[in-house]
């Protein structure tokens, strides 16, 4: 099979693509042929090393992948050959990632993916989708009825939770950078966008929800607490998940005053079972329509450096050139 890999932390051209032998799963596992993976921040900061995890060597890259069940190890009771499946959470913690034709994932990492979802939709929800359930329902527990205000709507998580806040009654506002990608979110389910380049965050959250937001999701790797604290109700929550290196300042006392409460978070702790409620959600919402991919850019697993240079530029530069989702299409000679 080929795979992209590594074999050091290094740039985007550092990925590698070639033969590689291919995996056998283990007991517990699944083995999956892979027709989408999907890339996100998490994989760039992994392959260039500003997050030291454990690597197998060498290492393939990426969390996110669907496919089909190709065989299962001893000990699988829920997945048979040929089932359509997806499964996220890889690449991570020691375990090798998804940008390879096939690959070898536990059993408690891997759901089932409905007929009708292609499997580039399924990639592009997965790590994000899990995400924003966990955040949504987990942490902030948002209820029918509340505000949300989202920055980032159009990116890979904000698309997630503009979507989910929607579905789930809320009242979502949120930023994006440009009129294409204020229609994105308009398009997912957004009341009001806000075009953060030109118009005032706080003046259109304030005429938004007078009394302050209930729910603020923030995905800026610089948080801003003195907005956040300003725009949120009482006893509103915010969710945090981005930013390892941010310190900003923090307004304590309109925040406890306000009785409000800070929700920090990785997806890829979250346990199996918690993994498995947001998952089988993300399925029947990708069935029913009531979810659905923002996929901005595709390429082919020959392109895996340059998926990474995008993703890369897009965190780290904030080159607006993503509207959503990277994908790696990969065994298209193939495809069922
Ligand atoms: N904790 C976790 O479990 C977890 C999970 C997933 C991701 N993350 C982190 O969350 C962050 C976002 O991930 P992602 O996959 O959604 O990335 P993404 O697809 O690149 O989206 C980033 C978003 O940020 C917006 N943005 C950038 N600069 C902005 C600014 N100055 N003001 C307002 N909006 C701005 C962009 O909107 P415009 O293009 O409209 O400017 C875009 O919508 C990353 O740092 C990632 O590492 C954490």
């Known amino acids: 099979m080929k795979a992209a890999f590594i074999t050091e932390p ?16 283990g007991p517990g596992q699944v083995l999956i042929r892979v027709y989408a993976s999907a890339v996100n921040p998490i994989d760039t900061y992994i392959r260039s090393g500003a997050i030291a995890m454990d690597l197998p060597q060498p290492f393939v890259p990426g969390c996110d992948a669907a496919g089909v069940v190709e065989s299962v190890g001893l000990g699988v009771k829920g997945f048979a050959i040929g089932d359509r499946v997806w499964c996220t959470n890889q690449g991570l913690l020691g375990r ?22 292609p499997y580039e939709d ?20 948002l209820t029918p009825g509340e505000s949300i205000l989202i920055i980032g709507g159009s990116g890979g998580v904000g698309s997630m939770v503009v979507q989910m806040a929607a579905a789930k009654g809320a009242r979502v506002i949120t930023t994006a950078g440009s009129e294409a990608k204020a229609q994105v979110c308009r398009d997912l389910g957004a ?12 003046e259109k959250t304030k005429a938004f929800a007078p009394d302050g937001v209930n729910v603020f999701w923030e995905t800026r790797r610089e948080p801003d607490f003195d907005t956040a604290v300003d725009l949120l109700a009482g006893r509103g929550r915010m969710v945090l998940m981005a930013g390892r290196d941010a310190r900003p300042a923090f307004p304590v006392g309109p925040f406890y005053v306000k009785e409000c409460s800070l929700h920090g978070f990785v997806m890829f702790k979250a346990s199996p079972t918690e993994m498995k ?26 392109q895996a450096a340059q998926a990474h240079a995008l993703q890369e530029s897009a965190t780290l530069e904030d080159s607006s050139q993503l509207a959503g989702k990277i994908i790696v299409n990969l065994n298209t000679e193939s495809l069922p």
């Open 96 to 117: 090798q990632g998804t940008l390879a034709e096939l690959i070898t994932v536990d059993e408690g990492w891997v759901f089932k993916l409905p007929e009708p979802v």
């Open 277 to 302: 409620t947001a998952a089988e959600d993300i399925s029947d919402w990708l069935a029913s329509g009531k979810l659905s991919a923002n996929i901005s850019a595709r390429f082919t697993l020959e």
């Open 191 to 202: 009341e009001e966008v806000i075009l953060y380049k030109e118009e005032s965050i706080a």
């Open 122 to 141: 399924a990639a592009a929800c997965a790590l994000v989708g899990v995400t924003a359930h966990l955040g949504l329902f987990r942490e902030a527990q």
């Open 10 to 25: 290094g740039p985007a051209d550092s990925i590698q693509v070639a033969e590689q032998p291919d995996p056998t799963p």
